[in-house]
């Protein structure tokens, strides 16, 4: 029959950091590292959906930017043909408002 020598929790935990090159290993059972492969394999992909959530957003933003500049020189345009229609007819129409400003 063997004998069983109960060590101390620090003598036992020295020899089990030397198998393992110094590092406590807390998974060294092989289920323990299928679900340490598992957890860093969600970790891959949760960086890799965040990263495409950004690039979806950068390229929402964009699009919308261009929107607002053409919607922006659309205005500027219309504003420049409203200045100078007002410009033209100012000449025209003090004369004309005249006569019905003195009817009412």
């Not at 036992?12 to 957890?39: H, I, Q, T, V």
């Not at 992909?45 to 919308?64: D, I």
């Not at 345009?77 to 006569?99: H, N, R």
């Amino acid at each position: 029959m063997p004998v069983v020598v109960a060590l101390p929790i620090s003598v036992a935990s020295e020899l089990a950091m030397s198998a393992n090159g110094g590092k406590r290993s807390r998974y060294s059972s092989s289920a323990s590292r299928a679900k340490l492969d598992r957890s860093r394999q969600t970790a891959r992909e949760c960086r890799a959906r965040k990263n495409l959530r950004y690039q979806y957003l950068e390229e929402l933003t964009a699009s919308r930017e261009k929107v607002v500049y053409a919607l922006r020189e659309e205005l500027n345009k219309v504003s420049g043909k409203i200045l100078s229609y007002d410009m033209t007819c100012e000449y025209f129409w003090p004369a004309q408002t005249a006569k019905f400003t003195q009817f009412s």
